[in-house]
């Protein structure tokens, strides 16, 4: 095996390769497509890191895991940002670095508490940028109300980082009677979606290509704790919840769909897709299913509680464009299909990597 | 203020300036000290995070911080592991990024429980290296008795990363009655290490620079939690627990001294250097109380238990060679000073950025 030391890693890149998101599988080189939450990413997961790791919370590994620890269940995550460009319509990568990790875990129906934030900053980037990261980190912790308990700070040299990485792990207490994950989702559930979906991906997307839309599309970076304490207060019952980040909404269904053996039906016209959002991608040739979101959440509900639940998530800030989009059916388990607005359906595949690269 | 998307960091760096690792501090750039351990670093949490952050936490900002959570006390830590080359005689990044942070949660007297992964990954990197470093997670973990609960994958294109980063955070409970922090520290404690010195920080030099002392020099990375059990064994009012990594030993006892207020007196002839690190840093004009450690860890003990410690640490694997090096005093409070095998004295100074940085 190769010393990185004392082999680049980029001559073993294909150059006719290098630029795609979703390359062949049998690459025995890492691809971008590795990074982008579908199943190049799931192969990752199961194929290098569960057997590495050898231990019974591997299916939690693209989750929060709920921990047991001093007479409590605690809820803890990590998650490393390597969004670029750094500073984008509606937010950064340090409102995304504490927002998603305080999602990772409300997902969990935990309250987040405390976060943790590791910087890998490149050699000549100006103090400057890094001081903007850092306050736009202590303004989004303020706001979800967590407290940054600890951290860390490492140097790489110019040309072996990309100004600003941060890494933030978060825990926070689960509150009792709350059992909120994938495997829970069962026929009959509805599924719910927080608000009008895509706006992340694209608002970076557009400014780093430089593209123009006619209106400004801005991130939808927020933090949901608030919101899952707001619909769990109609029922500790809820059965899942999911952020759908890298990969959209497309990526966290079918997730929840193949760890709970459920098949999933979708409405097409039910799904809030703001019109900018449809416009930007049909110009670029993405599917907005697929378009990551950064504050908004997908909830599999019991079928007696999802009027209220919705009512709920309606009163609420972060929810006010909740929609129910579909249910939970006994046919085609573990698969997704979305009812088309011309009378046929289609199904609605775990996507292979990425459309959009270093998005978060 | 710059956007890096726009704009590249590296057109910022002055070419004068770039593989210096302790270069002029108006720089308003990031330089490579910035991530030593040294004054630099401390300079970024004081000036930039904790204003940025501003919570009553900030003075644990390099530490491992401990929360009330859950009606227990709760040690939670973060570090990035950056170190070139990823593998080097005695160990991987791997294994630093377990015992790392292991060896932080241990430091508050904590009994580490659960780790959490988080790799950026170059493109272009072979699986086979990605693989590896997993499986010394994994094999480390297990060593330190911790589990590995949940974790993230980011891929950012070529010329962007070093092949693998590690980013780790873990929890601990911290058991009742310890109360281990550097504030701690008073005249009359005794210092103790837990053995030789300076080797991590050799090893990885030696084999970055391709140099030859005639023996092997590896690594000392290992995880101290049963160490610490063993010594709280002996008595829970321990009053300072450090692991000498980044600035070495030189930089550890500084941040005591100035954090407790107190002097430390240390002994130059007691202190444990193995001949081939001196003989490398003689090679190399690098001072060993600078150099890296990732086994070691250094106590500050009160004097009534000062025997009973060090011989519990030299009856454990972890510390069989340990030392008594020297003891706080009122003296020239806040400092540091060594007793020379000459008679004379010297200080023994916060160094400003790291002599080798990518150590760990």
Known sequence: MADLATESPR???DPA??????PLRDQPVVVMGHGGGGALSAELVQQVFAPAYGNPTLAALTDSAVLH???ARLAFSTDSYVVRP?????????????????????M???RPAYLSTAFILEEGVELAVVERVARAVGAAAEAAGVTVATGD???????????????????????????IRPQRARPGDVVLVSGPIGLHGVAVMSVREGLEFGVEIASDTAPLADLVAAMLAVTPDLHVLRDPTRGGLGASLNEIARASGTGV?????????????????GFLGLDPLYVANEGRLVA???PEHAEAVLAAMRAHQQGAGAARVGECVADHPGMVVVATGLGGTRVLDLPLGEQLPRIC
Chains 1, 2 share one sequence.
């Open 11 to 13: 001559t073993a890149v």
């Open 17 to 22: 390769n290098w630029t795609c998101p979703a």
């Open 69 to 71: 620890l001093g007479g």
């Open 86 to 106: 750094l500073f984008f319509p509606g937010g950064s990568v340090g409102d995304l670095a504490v927002n998603g990790t305080v999602n990772d875990l409300a």
């Open 108 to 110: 969990s129906g935990a």
């Open 153 to 179: 700070t490492k140097v790489v040299e110019s040309g072996h980082g990309d100004g600003v990485y941060v890494t933030t792990a978060g825990v926070g207490l689960v509150p009792d009677g709350v059992d």
């Open 265 to 281: 039906r979708l409405v097409e016209r039910a799904i809030p897709v703001p019109d900018e959002v449809a416009n930007a991608c």
């Open 300 to 302: 599999f509900v019991p």
